[in-house]
């Protein structure tokens, strides 16, 4: 019985090429200079400071171009305020969505029943849904249906077995 996974997964080398080519370019480029912006990386968030929320909006646009270069998706993170730092500075958490939640989750298994094929059948295992199938089309179809709509997070497919 031919199955695949659907995940959502962050590939954490990249996002971290992304932010030091981010940072890299906030200190050469001069409308930053001045500015103290930069881009922190931890295991779960991303932290944007900056002078002032223009500096702080522009450093973001250049951290999302450098993402879209590296193809790591911007459904990614989960982009908070902007909140006010000491000494009138800026400041701006990005978290980073891996793994599917339950709601989410919830979510895509109703829509692989509505797409109505025979035999197709998907459960959740932890934070990615494994989808079982009796013919090979059938779950590429479910594939091309899964690409074509917006979950609000980046899906990949792998694991597929026949």
């Known amino acids: 019985m031919p199955t695949f996974d659907v995940v959502s997964e962050v590939d954490m080398q990249e996002v971290r090429n992304a932010v030091d080519q981010a940072n890299r370019e906030a200190s050469t480029r001069f409308d930053f200079k001045g500015t103290d912006s930069t881009i922190e990386l931890t295991d779960k968030e991303l932290v944007l400071n900056s002078s002032t929320e223009d500096r702080l909006r522009a450093l973001?646009?250049?951290l999302?171009?450098?993402?879209?270069?590296?193809?790591v998706s911007l459904k990614s993170f989960e982009v908070g305020k902007i909140e006010e730092a000491s000494r009138g500075a800026a400041r701006q958490k990005l978290t980073i969505q891996a793994g599917i939640s339950s709601d989410h989750a919830k979510k895509i298994n109703k829509f692989v029943k509505e797409l109505g094929l025979k035999g197709v059948s998907s459960q959740t295992q932890g934070d990615q849904l494994r989808i079982n199938g009796k013919k090979r089309d059938d779950l590429q179809a479910v594939i091309a249906a899964l690409k074509a709509e917006d979950f609000g997070i980046p899906l990949q497919f792998n694991n597929f077995r026949d």
């Open 64 to 71: 999302q171009e450098k993402m879209v270069k590296r193809e």
């Open 60 to 62: 973001y646009q250049v």
